[in-house]
């Protein structure tokens, strides 16, 4: 249990029942042998026996089995919450999906670890908690951290890769593991994975999409080491040479937009606009329909004054995906360089409304606000 986790559980305390306090709540038998975890909210030290109510104590044991699941009393807490509160799996799940789903990352991340610590051999909270930190590893992108970038991602594989060795196979779990490496541009296991969901999935939907991506997988030759050295390079704060890297993958492959948008995404990061536009360009020319690209794009004809056409790209973005924060900021500052501080404030708003931690926006904000006016 490492420091973080250690911290969640400070305000727990361990309550020991009368020996002769062998009774039964909702059909569960009580042992006074075994001592009772009890959240406190707040200062344990004012705790008292007489605080003692059903809803603490079962709050006090979801949170030891979410961040210590090999505590020698996890079996018992199992045994106790899943009787006294046996309709715990459906609305733990149901109101974690719904944090996740409105950003609020931090509960669901504490909920689908606890449905975890409940329920080991379920996959279904496995699942949904690979997604929380893929969505956290992604925010860390954003806000260029790589260090808990890197952290969270590790964490998503860690939960991905015990996922993959449940038996009976969970079909689910290498659909959603294929799309984790194909945005990590682990392109030969990502086709690997998708394969196999292929041979296991029932959902023809799911099936036949599949298929279709191992099949551009195969014809783009994405799966090329210098694609992958090239991402690496880039990511790492190594631009110059994730560029030649592309710029050499490409004479080999010129027809793969994948390389394009490394190209582009190097160029970007080192402020040639130019470049990165024709790069971006060129990548959507060859099949590129994705809402970063175009919002990569967009970045670039923003800081090269062609404001009419980074509208267009940002507005196609956004119908790709309407909740991507990014792409709403984007709008917003686009709406500011071309002199509509009313507009660029509503965008700003609604990105805040997506994710009240954006501090980008918030910057904004408060400029506007103090007749700053942001970036000119």
Request: glycine share 8%.
């Amino acid at each position: 249990m490492d420091d973080e986790d250690e911290a969640r559980l400070r305000n727990i305390v361990y309550v020991r029942l009368p020996e002769d306090f062998a009774r039964s709540i909702g059909g569960f038998l009580l042992d006074p042998s075994i001592a009772l975890p009890v959240e406190t909210g707040g200062d344990p030290e004012r705790f008292r026996p007489g605080d003692l109510v059903l809803e603490a104590l079962l709050a006090g044991m979801l949170r030891v089995l979410a961040y210590r699941p090999d505590h020698p009393d996890a079996d018992y807490f199992r045994r106790f919450v899943t009787t006294v509160k046996p309709s715990i799996l459906g609305e733990l799940s149901e109101a974690g999906i719904l944090k996740s789903r409105n950003g609020d990352l931090d509960v669901a991340e504490e909920i689908f670890r606890a449905l975890r610590g409940l329920y080991p051999d379920r996959p279904e909270s496995y699942l949904n908690l690979a997604s929380v930190y893929e969505k956290r590893a992604q925010e860390y992108g954003r806000l260029d951290n790589p260090g808990l970038e890197e952290e969270f991602s590790q964490r998503a594989f860690d939960l991905y890769r015990r996922l993959l060795a449940f038996e009976p196979p969970v079909p689910d779990a290498y659909y959603e593991a294929a799309f984790f490496h194909l945005k990590n541009r682990g392109y030969d296991r990502a086709r690997e994975l998708f394969e196999t969901y292929a041979t296991l999935g029932e959902d023809a939907e799911r099936v036949a999409r599949a298929r279709e991506i191992v099949r551009k997988l195969r014809t783009q030759g994405s799966l090329d080491t210098l694609f992958k050295e090239a991402y690496d390079f880039i990511r790492l704060g190594r631009e110059e040479e994730g560029i030649g890297k592309a710029r050499e993958f490409l004479s080999s492959y010129p027809k793969v937009w994948n390389g394009w948008f490394l190209l582009g995404w190097g160029c970007r990061r080192l402020k040639r606009w130019a470049e990165g536009r024709e790069a971006f360009e060129k990548a959507i020319e060859l099949g590129a329909e994705d809402a970063d690209t175009y919002n990569e794009l967009a970045i670039c004809l923003l800081e090269l004054g062609e404001y009419r056409e980074c509208r267009k790209r940002l507005e196609a973005a956004l119908r790709l995906e309407p909740d991507n924060v990014k792409i709403v900021s984007n709008l917003g500052t686009l709406a500011l360089k071309q002199g509509r501080p009313d507009e660029a404030e509503r965008f700003f708003r609604t990105a805040l409304e997506l994710d009240p931690r954006d501090p980008l926006a918030r910057s904004l904000l408060e400029s506007l606000a103090s007749g700053d006016g942001g970036p000119g």
